[in-house]
C-alpha cells in the first residue's frame, strides 16, 4: 500500500470530492465536523493541514474511511494486510498505518500519538472503539474519568462518551486502533473544548 499523504494538494480536492458525494453544502459539513467553513474551506484547498482526530471525524461525516478521504485507491479486496504494505502516513504530529481493508464497517490503525496536548480535543459520535496500548503510556478521557492506561492494556468504549487521547510518555505512545464507521448526523457528533482543569462536560 502507497502511503496515504504524499503532499497537501492530493488529498485536498479528494475532501471536497467526498463531501459533495454526500449532498453537503460546506456549511453543512462544517457544522456537522464542528469546524468553522472557513476551516473546512482550507482543509480543501490545502492551506491547512488536518490531524489525524479530525480526518477521522470528516470520515465519519462523509460515510467513508480515512484512506478514501486523503485518496487511497481501493485495492483487491484480500484478508492479509503484510507489514511492508503499512507505510507510515503522518497527520498533525500524529503517525499512523493502515491496519485493515478500505470499505469494511471497522477501520483498523497502528497510531503513534506524540507527546503533548491535543488542543484539548473532546470527541463524540455514534459507534465504538476498541484501543490496544502497545508501547508508551496513554491518558484516556471517558467522560469525568480518566485513565492511565501502559502496554497490554486496553479499552473498549461506547463513542458516544466524551473521549480524548494523550500520550502521557515522553517518547509518545503507540496504539492498536479500531473503530466503527458510521455517517453520523449533525446532531450526534460534535466537537469540544475541554475546560482548562483537565474535566469534561
Not at 45 to 64: D, E, I, M
Not at 177 to 197: I, K, M, W
Request: aromatic share 4%; charged share 20%; proline share 8%.
Amino acid at each position: 500500500m502507497r502511503a496515504l499523504i504524499e503532499g497537501m494538494n492530493q488529498y485536498a480536492p479528494q475532501m471536497r470530492r467526498l463531501r459533495q458525494r454526500g449532498g453537503l453544502t460546506l456549511e453543512a459539513a462544517a457544522q456537522r465536523a464542528g469546524l468553522s467553513p472557513a476551516h473546512l474551506s482550507r482543509l480543501e484547498t490545502g492551506k491547512r493541514q488536518p490531524s489525524l482526530p479530525l480526518l477521522l471525524t470528516l470520515a465519519r461525516v462523509y460515510g467513508t474511511t480515512v484512506g478514501e478521504l486523503l485518496g487511497e485507491s481501493p485495492s483487491v479486496p484480500n484478508p492479509v494486510v503484510r507489514a511492508e504494505e503499512m507505510e507510515a502516513a503522518d497527520a498533525g504530529g500524529w503517525r499512523y498505518r493502515q491496519a485493515g481493508l478500505a470499505g469494511r464497517a471497522m477501520q483498523a490503525l497502528h497510531i503513534h500519538v506524540p507527546r503533548g496536548p491535543q488542543r484539548d480535543l473532546v470527541r463524540v459520535h455514534p459507534g465504538e472503539e476498541w484501543l490496544y496500548v502497545e508501547s508508551g503510556a496513554l491518558r484516556l478521557t471517558l467522560g469525568e474519568d480518566e485513565e492511565v492506561l501502559h502496554p497490554g492494556d486496553s479499552a473498549h468504549f461506547d463513542s458516544l462518551t466524551p473521549h480524548r487521547l494523550e500520550s502521557a510518555s515522553p517518547q509518545g505512545t503507540d496504539l492498536l486502533f479500531v473503530h466503527t464507521l458510521l455517517q453520523s448526523p449533525a446532531s450526534d457528533l460534535c466537537v469540544h473544548t475541554a475546560p482548562r482543569g483537565g474535566r469534561h462536560p
